[in-house]
C-alpha cells in the first residue's frame, strides 16, 4: 500500500469525519434532551452554504461570507424552532418525521424559488487554495487542514461547554432524564430553543466549509444525513463522545474503503471482480460497520445512561 | 356463550363503489382519449400497494420503518436486471422480486428488530440507503443513471403486458388482492399478536408469546406486499434507478400511510390517492407544488391525528 | 414430600455495584402460598423480575417443576406455567376485556403462525376468556374497552389474564395496591380459591392480605432473605420486628 496515498486518505477521512461530526452533534442533542427526530436537520446544511456561497460572492470575501452566514442560519434554526418544531416535541415519532419531512420538502422549494434550480458555485480565496506540507513528501491543501482543525476545535468547545458549564449540565441532565431538568426550575424552552439553533448553526457551519470545495445545491444536506444518522445510532443516540468517535469512525471508514479496498480484494479475487464488486462493497462498508456495532450493543457505542 | 361481535370492516358501499369506478375506469379513459390518466391510476394503485404493505408494519405493528421504498427498488431491479440479460419470463421475475424483498427483509430484520424506536427508524433508513448507494455503484446496471426496461414480463404469451389494460387489471387484481391479504392478517391469530406486541411488548412476553419471531415474520410479509408493488411498477415505468429507494420516496410512503391514516384498511389507498391528486393537480399550476405538500404534512402531523381513513372506516387501530 | 414446584438457590443479581437481591434462597410448593415481605427497596420487584425471566441472574439458579430455568427467555417460563402480574398494570388497552384474556389463552395453543381465520371465530379462546373473566367476576364487561376501566378492575383482569393460561405457578406483585377495602376483601377471596392446584408467590405491601392467605412469608432486607416461616414464626421473629415490623405493620405500603 503507498504509504503517501494512505496518509493523504486518512485526512481526508478526517475531514468527512468532522462535517459528520458537526451535523451528528446537532442531531443527537436534539433526539437526547427533546426526544426529537429531526430529518430536515440537513436542510440546515444547505442553507449554511447557500447563505455563504450568497454572501461571498456579494462581498467577495469568503470570511465575511461566512461570518454573516453563521447568524443567519442561527436565526432560520431559532425560527424553525419557535413556528414548527416547538409544537412537535410532545408528539410521537412519527408525527415528527412526517412534519420535518415536510419541512425538508418547504426548505427544498424554497431554495429553490430563491436561489434557482441550479447550484451556486464560489473560489476560496488565493491564501487558502496552497497545498502545505504535512509530513515530509506529502502535501495537503491547506483548507482541509483548516476544516479539519475548525472542526476538531468545535469538538472540543463542544465537549467543553458540555461537560464544565451550566448549560452543559443542564443538557448532560436532560439526556438522561428529561423531567429533571424542568424540576430544576430552568425554563425548559429556552433551553431546547438554544440547543436546536446551536445544531443549526453547526450543520450550517458544515455545510458552508463544504461548499466551496463541491458546490451549495438543493437537497445536498438529504443524503450526508443519513450518514449522521448512521453515525449518532454508532455513538449512542444522545451522546456527544459518541457522535464524535463515531463520525471518526465512518468518516475514515468510508474514506479508506473507496480507495482501497480494491487493492485489498485483489489480494484474494481476480481483478475484474474485485474491480466490479470493490465499489458495491466500500458503499455498504459503513453499513455492515453498524449492523454489526448494533448487533452486539443494540444501543450504540454509548447508551445515555438512566433513560 | 356470548361471541365477540365481529367489528364491521368498513362502510361497504363505499370501497364498493370505488372498485366500481377502479373497474371501469379504463372503458372511459378509452372513451375520453386521455390515456395519461389510465397511467395516473395505475401509478396511484402501485403506490398505494405499496403504503398498504408500509401500514402492516407501521400502523397494525408500530414498527417505524424510513426505509420501505428499498423494496419496490429490489422488486423493480427484479424486472430490470432479468431484462438486461434478455431474461422476460414473469414468473422468474416476479419470483426474484418477492424472494429478493424476503431475504432483505429478514436479513435487515434481524437486526433492526433488535432496536426499538428512533434506533428502529434511523437503521431501517439506513439499510435502505445501503441498497441505494450499492445500486449507485454498479456501474453494470446503470448505476445512478439506472437502467431503460425494453419488454415487460412475459407470462407465456398467455397474458399480455404490453397492453396497457391489461397491466392496468393486473395492478388493480394485486391491490385488491393486498388488501384482502392485509385484512384477513390483522384479523387472525397472527395479526392478534403483532397488534398485541404493538400494543404493550412486554406484556406480550409475559403471557408468553415469543414476539420476535411474529414481528420479523410481519416485517418480511410487509416486505414481500412491497416487492410485489415494486415487481408492477418496473413493468408500469419501463425503467428502474436507485433513485426508486431513495430515503425521500420512504417519506413519501411514510405520509401516504399518515395523510389516509395508520391502522386502518383503506387509510393507505387513500393516502395515495390525495397524494397522487396533489401531484397531479398541483404540479399542472406551479413546479413549486412541494412547498404545499410540505406546509400540508407539517399541518396533519399537528392537527391531523388519524389522518383522512378514519372517514372510511369505524374503529380505527382494531379492525 | 415431591420435589418443590419452584427452587430457587443463592440467586443474586447487582446494579452497578448495588446488590438489588443477594444470594436469595426459597422454595415453593403446589398449593402453597408464599410471600415476599420487606420494606421498599428490599429487592422485591427484582426478584420478581429475576423469576419472571425480564432480568438475568448474575449468580445462582432457579428450578422450576424440576427445570432449570435460570437463562430462559420471558416467553420460554411463560409457556411452561409461569404466569404474573405486574406492580404496575400492564395490560392491552386498545383491546376488549375478552380480548385480553384471549390474547393470553392464544400465547397457550400452539403456535400463532396462523394468518386467514378471523381470531374471532376461535370458539375455544372466546369461551376460556369468558371462563377466566368470570372467576374474577368480569365477566358482566366482556366488549368493554381495557383503557377505559378502572383501577380495580385492571388489576381483575391482570388476575384473569393470568389464571386464564391455567399457569401452576403465579408471580403476584402487589396485587391488592392501590384497591379500595371492598376490591381487597374480593381479590383475598380469589386467592384463596386458587390456592388448591397452584403455587402463588406473593409480593404484597398489605400485611391483612399476606396474614389472611400466606402459608409462609419470607422477608427481604436490602436484597437478603432474612427470615423464612409461617405466618406465626415471622410475627414472633426478633430480626424482622427490629428490620421491618417494629416501625409500624404498614409503613411500607
Same mark, same amino acid.
Given at each position: 500500500?503507498?504509504?503517501?496515498?494512505?496518509?493523504?486518505?486518512?485526512?481526508?477521512?478526517?475531514?468527512?469525519?468532522?462535517?459528520?461530526?458537526?451535523?451528528?452533534?446537532?442531531?443527537?442533542?436534539?433526539?437526547?434532551?427533546?426526544?426529537?427526530?429531526?430529518?430536515?436537520?440537513?436542510?440546515?446544511?444547505?442553507?449554511?452554504?447557500?447563505?455563504?456561497?450568497?454572501?461571498?460572492?456579494?462581498?467577495?470575501?469568503?470570511?465575511?461570507?461566512?461570518?454573516?452566514?453563521?447568524?443567519?442560519?442561527?436565526?432560520?434554526?431559532?425560527?424553525?424552532?419557535?413556528?414548527?418544531?416547538?409544537?412537535?416535541?410532545?408528539?410521537?415519532?412519527?408525527?415528527?418525521?412526517?412534519?420535518?419531512?415536510?419541512?425538508?420538502?418547504?426548505?427544498?422549494?424554497?431554495?429553490?424559488?430563491?436561489?434557482?434550480?441550479?447550484?451556486?458555485?464560489?473560489?476560496?480565496?488565493?491564501?487558502?487554495?496552497?497545498?502545505?506540507?504535512?509530513?515530509?513528501?506529502?502535501?495537503?491543501?491547506?483548507?482541509?487542514?483548516?476544516?479539519?482543525?475548525?472542526?476538531?476545535?468545535?469538538?472540543?468547545?463542544?465537549?467543553?461547554?458540555?461537560?464544565?458549564?451550566?448549560?452543559?449540565?443542564?443538557?448532560?441532565?436532560?439526556?438522561?432524564?428529561?423531567?429533571?431538568?424542568?424540576?430544576?426550575?430552568?425554563?425548559?424552552?429556552?433551553?431546547?430553543?438554544?440547543?436546536?439553533?446551536?445544531?443549526?448553526?453547526?450543520?450550517?457551519?458544515?455545510?458552508?466549509?463544504?461548499?466551496?470545495?463541491?458546490?451549495?445545491?438543493?437537497?445536498?444536506?438529504?443524503?450526508?444525513?443519513?450518514?449522521?444518522?448512521?453515525?449518532?445510532?454508532?455513538?449512542?443516540?444522545?451522546?456527544?463522545?459518541?457522535?464524535?468517535?463515531?463520525?471518526?469512525?465512518?468518516?475514515?471508514?468510508?474514506?479508506?474503503?473507496?480507495?482501497?479496498?480494491?487493492?485489498?480484494?485483489?489480494?484474494?479475487?481476480?481483478?475484474?471482480?474485485?474491480?466490479?464488486?470493490?465499489?458495491?462493497?466500500?458503499?455498504?462498508?459503513?453499513?455492515?460497520?453498524?449492523?454489526?456495532?448494533?448487533?452486539?450493543?443494540?444501543?450504540?457505542?454509548?447508551?445515555?445512561?438512566?433513560? | 356463550?356470548?361471541?365477540?361481535?365481529?367489528?364491521?370492516?368498513?362502510?361497504?358501499?363505499?370501497?364498493?363503489?370505488?372498485?366500481?369506478?377502479?373497474?371501469?375506469?379504463?372503458?372511459?379513459?378509452?372513451?375520453?382519449?386521455?390515456?395519461?390518466?389510465?397511467?395516473?391510476?395505475?401509478?396511484?394503485?402501485?403506490?398505494?400497494?405499496?403504503?398498504?404493505?408500509?401500514?402492516?408494519?407501521?400502523?397494525?405493528?408500530?414498527?417505524?420503518?424510513?426505509?420501505?421504498?428499498?423494496?419496490?427498488?429490489?422488486?423493480?431491479?427484479?424486472?430490470?436486471?432479468?431484462?438486461?440479460?434478455?431474461?422476460?419470463?414473469?414468473?422468474?421475475?416476479?419470483?426474484?422480486?418477492?424472494?429478493?424483498?424476503?431475504?432483505?427483509?429478514?436479513?435487515?430484520?434481524?437486526?433492526?428488530?433488535?432496536?426499538?424506536?428512533?434506533?428502529?427508524?434511523?437503521?431501517?433508513?439506513?439499510?435502505?440507503?445501503?441498497?441505494?448507494?450499492?445500486?449507485?455503484?454498479?456501474?453494470?446496471?446503470?448505476?445512478?443513471?439506472?437502467?431503460?426496461?425494453?419488454?415487460?414480463?412475459?407470462?407465456?404469451?398467455?397474458?399480455?403486458?404490453?397492453?396497457?389494460?391489461?397491466?392496468?387489471?393486473?395492478?388493480?387484481?394485486?391491490?385488491?388482492?393486498?388488501?384482502?391479504?392485509?385484512?384477513?392478517?390483522?384479523?387472525?391469530?397472527?395479526?392478534?399478536?403483532?397488534?398485541?406486541?404493538?400494543?404493550?411488548?412486554?406484556?406480550?412476553?409475559?403471557?408468553?408469546?415469543?414476539?420476535?419471531?411474529?414481528?420479523?415474520?410481519?416485517?418480511?410479509?410487509?416486505?414481500?406486499?412491497?416487492?410485489?408493488?415494486?415487481?408492477?411498477?418496473?413493468?408500469?415505468?419501463?425503467?428502474?434507478?436507485?433513485?426508486?429507494?431513495?430515503?425521500?420516496?420512504?417519506?413519501?410512503?411514510?405520509?401516504?400511510?399518515?395523510?389516509?391514516?395508520?391502522?386502518?384498511?383503506?387509510?393507505?389507498?387513500?393516502?395515495?390517492?390525495?397524494?397522487?391528486?396533489?401531484?397531479?393537480?398541483?404540479?399542472?399550476?406551479?413546479?413549486?407544488?412541494?412547498?404545499?405538500?410540505?406546509?400540508?404534512?407539517?399541518?396533519?402531523?399537528?392537527?391531523?391525528?388519524?389522518?383522512?381513513?378514519?372517514?372510511?372506516?369505524?374503529?380505527?387501530?382494531?379492525? | 414430600?415431591?420435589?418443590?414446584?419452584?427452587?430457587?438457590?443463592?440467586?443474586?443479581?447487582?446494579?452497578?455495584?448495588?446488590?438489588?437481591?443477594?444470594?436469595?434462597?426459597?422454595?415453593?410448593?403446589?398449593?402453597?402460598? !408464599?410471600?415476599?415481605?420487606?420494606?421498599?427497596? /428490599?429487592?422485591? +420487584?427484582?426478584?420478581?423480575? $429475576? %423469576?419472571?425471566? *425480564?432480568?438475568? @441472574?448474575?449468580?445462582?439458579?432457579?428450578?422450576?417443576?424440576?427445570?432449570?430455568?435460570?437463562?430462559?427467555?420471558?416467553?420460554?417460563?411463560?409457556?411452561?406455567?409461569?404466569?404474573?402480574?405486574?406492580?404496575?398494570?400492564?395490560?392491552?388497552?386498545?383491546?376488549?376485556?375478552?380480548?385480553?384474556?384471549?390474547?393470553?389463552?392464544?400465547?397457550?395453543?400452539?403456535?400463532?403462525?396462523?394468518?386467514?381465520?378471523?381470531?374471532?371465530?376461535?370458539?375455544?379462546?372466546?369461551?376460556?376468556?369468558?371462563?377466566?373473566?368470570?372467576?374474577?367476576?368480569?365477566?358482566?364487561?366482556?366488549?368493554?374497552?381495557?383503557?377505559?376501566?378502572?383501577?380495580?378492575? !385492571?388489576?381483575?383482569?391482570?388476575?384473569?389474564? /393470568?389464571?386464564? +393460561?391455567?399457569?401452576?405457578? $403465579? %408471580?403476584?406483585? *402487589?396485587?391488592? @395496591?392501590?384497591?379500595?377495602?371492598?376490591?381487597?376483601?374480593?381479590?383475598?377471596?380469589?386467592?384463596?380459591?386458587?390456592?388448591?392446584?397452584?403455587?402463588?408467590?406473593?409480593?404484597?405491601?398489605?400485611?391483612?392480605?399476606?396474614?389472611?392467605?400466606?402459608?409462609?412469608?419470607?422477608?427481604?432486607?436490602?436484597?437478603?432473605?432474612?427470615?423464612?416461616?409461617?405466618?406465626?414464626?415471622?410475627?414472633?421473629?426478633?430480626?424482622?420486628?427490629?428490620?421491618?415490623?417494629?416501625?409500624?405493620?404498614?409503613?411500607?405500603?
Amino acid at each position: 500500500m503507498d504509504s503517501t496515498l494512505l496518509v493523504i486518505q486518512i485526512l481526508n477521512g478526517l475531514q468527512l469525519g468532522v462535517l459528520l461530526f458537526l451535523l451528528a452533534a446537532g442531531l443527537t442533542l436534539v433526539f437526547g434532551i427533546m426526544d426529537f427526530i429531526n430529518l430536515a436537520h440537513g436542510s440546515f446544511y444547505m442553507v449554511g452554504a447557500f447563505f455563504c456561497a450568497t454572501l461571498t460572492l456579494w462581498f467577495d470575501s469568503f470570511l465575511l461570507g461566512l461570518l454573516l452566514a453563521l447568524p443567519l442560519t442561527l436565526a432560520v434554526g431559532v425560527v424553525v424552532e419557535l413556528l414548527v418544531v416547538r409544537h412537535l416535541y410532545q408528539e410521537d415519532h412519527l408525527q415528527q418525521i412526517l412534519a420535518t419531512f415536510g419541512l425538508i420538502l418547504v426548505a427544498d422549494t424554497l431554495v429553490h424559488i430563491i436561489w434557482g434550480p441550479e447550484g451556486l458555485t464560489f473560489a476560496l480565496p488565493e491564501v487558502l487554495n496552497g497545498q502545505v506540507t504535512v509530513l515530509p513528501g506529502i502535501r495537503f491543501p491547506i483548507y482541509r487542514i483548516l476544516i479539519i482543525s475548525v472542526g476538531l476545535l468545535i469538538a472540543a468547545g463542544l465537549y467543553w461547554v458540555v461537560a464544565r458549564t451550566r448549560i452543559g449540565m443542564l443538557i448532560r441532565a436532560g439526556a438522561s432524564n428529561r423531567r429533571m431538568v424542568g424540576a430544576l426550575g430552568v425554563d425548559i424552552r429556552y433551553l431546547f430553543t438554544l440547543v436546536f439553533g446551536a445544531g443549526a448553526v453547526m450543520a450550517g457551519l458544515a455545510g458552508l466549509m463544504i461548499a466551496p470545495i463541491t458546490e451549495a445545491s438543493i437537497g445536498m444536506g438529504n443524503e450526508i444525513l443519513i450518514v449522521a444518522f448512521v453515525v449518532i445510532v454508532i455513538g449512542g443516540i444522545g451522546s456527544i463522545k459518541g457522535a464524535f468517535l463515531g463520525a471518526l469512525l465512518v468518516g475514515l471508514i468510508d474514506t479508506l474503503g473507496r480507495s482501497f479496498l480494491d487493492g485489498m480484494l485483489k489480494l484474494v479475487l481476480s481483478n475484474q471482480a474485485a474491480e466490479t464488486s470493490a465499489p458495491a462493497i466500500s458503499a455498504m462498508l459503513i453499513y455492515i460497520l453498524m449492523a454489526a456495532i448494533l448487533y452486539f450493543r443494540p444501543q450504540g457505542l454509548f447508551p445515555p445512561k438512566g433513560r | 356463550m356470548r361471541q365477540l361481535v365481529q367489528k364491521p370492516p368498513g362502510r361497504y358501499w363505499l370501497v364498493f363503489a370505488a372498485v366500481l369506478v377502479l373497474l371501469l375506469a379504463p372503458a372511459a379513459i378509452a372513451y375520453l382519449d386521455q390515456p395519461f390518466y389510465l397511467d395516473v391510476l395505475m401509478r396511484l394503485m402501485i403506490l398505494a400497494i405499496a403504503a398498504s404493505s408500509l401500514n402492516l408494519i407501521l400502523g397494525y405493528s408500530g414498527m417505524i420503518s424510513l426505509g420501505h421504498s428499498v423494496y419496490i427498488g429490489i422488486g423493480a431491479y427484479a424486472v430490470g436486471i432479468p431484462a438486461y440479460y434478455d431474461q422476460y419470463n414473469g414468473l422468474l421475475q416476479l419470483a426474484l422480486a418477492l424472494g429478493g424483498a424476503g431475504l432483505f427483509a429478514l436479513v435487515t430484520g434481524l437486526i433492526c428488530l433488535r432496536t426499538r424506536g428512533a434506533y428502529f427508524i434511523m437503521i431501517t433508513l439506513a439499510f435502505a440507503q445501503m441498497m441505494y448507494f450499492t445500486f449507485v455503484s454498479i456501474e453494470e446496471y446503470g448505476g445512478d443513471d439506472g437502467l431503460v426496461i425494453y419488454a415487460r414480463s412475459d407470462f407465456a404469451g398467455l397474458y399480455d403486458l404490453e397492453n396497457n389494460v391489461r397491466l392496468y387489471y393486473l395492478v388493480l387484481g394485486c391491490l385488491l388482492l393486498t388488501l384482502l391479504l392485509v385484512h384477513r392478517i390483522v384479523n387472525s391469530h397472527f395479526g392478534m399478536v403483532i397488534r398485541g406486541a404493538k400494543s404493550n411488548d412486554r406484556r406480550m412476553q409475559a403471557v408468553g408469546f415469543p414476539t420476535f419471531r411474529y414481528r420479523l415474520t410481519c416485517y418480511v410479509i410487509s416486505g414481500m406486499i412491497c416487492g410485489l408493488a415494486g415487481w408492477l411498477m418496473g413493468n408500469f415505468t419501463g425503467f428502474i434507478s436507485p433513485e426508486m429507494m431513495d430515503w425521500t420516496r420512504s417519506g413519501e410512503l411514510i405520509a401516504m400511510v399518515i395523510l389516509g391514516g395508520p391502522g386502518s384498511l383503506f387509510g393507505p389507498a387513500i393516502g395515495a390517492a390525495v397524494f397522487i391528486l396533489m401531484e397531479t393537480v398541483l404540479a399542472e399550476v406551479t413546479i413549486y407544488w412541494h412547498l404545499y405538500l410540505g406546509l400540508l404534512l407539517i399541518l396533519v402531523a399537528k392537527f391531523g391525528r388519524g389522518g383522512l381513513g378514519g372517514l372510511f372506516q369505524r374503529n380505527r387501530g382494531t379492525p | 414430600m415431591n420435589a418443590p414446584l419452584l427452587e430457587v438457590s443463592t440467586l443474586s443479581r447487582n446494579f452497578g455495584g448495588i446488590a438489588a437481591a443477594s444470594e436469595v434462597s426459597l422454595e415453593l410448593a403446589r398449593g402453597e402460598v !408464599h410471600a415476599i415481605i420487606g420494606p421498599n427497596g /428490599a429487592g422485591k +420487584t427484582t426478584l420478581v423480575s $429475576l %423469576l419472571a425471566g *425480564e432480568l438475568r @441472574a448474575d449468580s445462582g439458579a432457579i428450578r422450576f417443576r424440576g427445570e432449570t430455568i435460570t437463562n430462559m427467555p420471558v416467553h420460554a417460563r411463560a409457556q411452561r406455567g409461569l404466569a404474573r402480574t405486574f406492580q404496575i398494570t400492564s395490560i392491552f388497552p386498545e383491546f376488549s376485556a375478552l380480548e385480553n384474556v384471549a390474547m393470553a389463552i392464544q400465547a397457550h395453543a400452539g403456535h400463532s403462525f396462523r394468518f386467514w381465520r378471523p381470531v374471532t371465530q376461535n370458539a375455544i379462546l372466546q369461551q376460556g376468556a369468558l371462563n377466566a373473566l368470570e372467576q374474577v367476576g368480569l365477566a358482566g364487561i366482556p366488549e368493554r374497552n381495557a383503557g377505559e376501566m378502572s383501577h380495580g378492575e !385492571h388489576r381483575l383482569l391482570e388476575m384473569a389474564m /393470568a389464571l386464564a +393460561t391455567q399457569p401452576a405457578l $403465579l %408471580l403476584l406483585d *402487589e396485587p391488592a @395496591a392501590g384497591l379500595g377495602p371492598e376490591e381487597t376483601t374480593a381479590m383475598v377471596a380469589i386467592l384463596r380459591g386458587l390456592r388448591q392446584d397452584k403455587g402463588i408467590l406473593l409480593v404484597e405491601h398489605d400485611m391483612d392480605v399476606v396474614f389472611a392467605i400466606a402459608d409462609r412469608i419470607t422477608v427481604m432486607v436490602s436484597g437478603r432473605t432474612i427470615a423464612t416461616g409461617s405466618p406465626e414464626e415471622i410475627r414472633e421473629d426478633e430480626n424482622v420486628r427490629k428490620a421491618y415490623l417494629g416501625d409500624g405493620v404498614d409503613e411500607g405500603a
